[in-house]
């Protein structure tokens, strides 16, 4: 028996009119944001790296590791 993660969450958050606030838009930067912190975020929006970079921030050290499970 072989344990393994495979658990993920799927957030999307929507403004008042229906757009996903997590969304990049390519209309406006088709390369991606400039002002990126990493370049794997510089495709979601500002303000969805700052939701992960408040997740991440909030896991206690090791957390993830907690996260495993022979069902999944």
């Known amino acids: 028996m072989s344990l393994s993660i495979r658990r993920h969450t799927h957030v999307s958050l929507q403004d008042l009119s229906g757009l996903n606030?997590?969304?990049?838009?390519?209309?406006?930067?088709?390369?991606?944001?400039?002002?990126?912190?990493?370049?794997?975020?510089?495709?979601?929006?500002?303000?969805?790296?700052q939701f992960l970079a408040g997740l991440l921030d909030g896991l206690p050290d090791g957390k993830l590791g907690l996260l495993m499970s022979k069902d999944s």
């Open 21 to 49: 606030i997590f969304a990049h838009s390519n209309a406006e930067h088709p390369n991606g944001r400039p002002d990126a912190a990493f370049e794997d975020t510089k495709f979601i929006s500002l303000r969805a790296e």
